[in-house]
């Protein structure tokens, strides 16, 4: 079951997520500012995790995204984004928040969809990014010591913009353990 604040429908394998404009989670390092009030659907999973989709959206305003999201609470989280970045290009962007949310943009997007999956393994989390959806490639891998039950799922933020639908396609949250977290299996 999937709950969480936000308008959402499920379309067959689709999960449709609206953006509300200007909100987004995000702990800001520089001044320490909360925003935590962004469009999320989720389940409550106790333990490791693989959380994958398809994600797909109009990038329309800096920062627009749809987002992988394990959230402990409103200052502790992982997320794996399909994010405009600053400087005008689509990326691969992953924001881990402990205390103070970091952001580290990764590869350059030239297309308008990309498949992605965040998973926890004890707590180690990553994630993973691919441009077909059979090769999975790592963005990213940390050590995040949470409590063993978190809010897994979509989040839909658009924190300068005016919001709009995110698509996640064949979107999954599965209670399993990764073998190899490095490799995504």
């Known amino acids: 079951m999937l709950t969480g604040n936000g308008r959402f429908r499920v379309e067959g394998n689709r999960l449709v997520v609206e953006a509300i404009p200007e909100k987004d989670f995000f702990v800001n390092p520089v001044d320490g500012s909360i925003t935590a009030n962004a469009a999320f659907v989720y389940e409550e999973i106790e333990g490791d995790f693989v959380c994958k989709a398809r994600i797909s959206l109009a990038h329309k305003t800096m ?74 490639f790592l963005a990213r891998i940390c050590s995040m010591p949470f409590s063993a039950k978190l809010k897994v799922g979509f989040e839909a933020q658009s924190p300068c913009g005016e919001g709009g639908e995110r698509f996640f396609d064949d979107f999954r949250i599965e209670k399993k353990t990764l073998t190899n977290p490095r490799m995504g299996e």
Do not use: P
């Open 63 to 136: 920062y627009d995204a749809g987002v992988l999201l394990a959230m402990q609470d409103e200052t502790h989280w992982a997320k794996a984004c399909f994010e405009l970045g600053d400087y005008g290009f689509k990326s691969v962007c992953t924001v881990m928040t402990n205390g103070l949310s970091d952001d580290c943009n990764g590869i350059t997007v030239n297309q308008d969809h990309i498949w992605m999956q965040l998973a926890r393994t004890g707590d180690v989390f990553t994630v993973h990014y691919s441009l077909n959806g059979e090769k999975f």
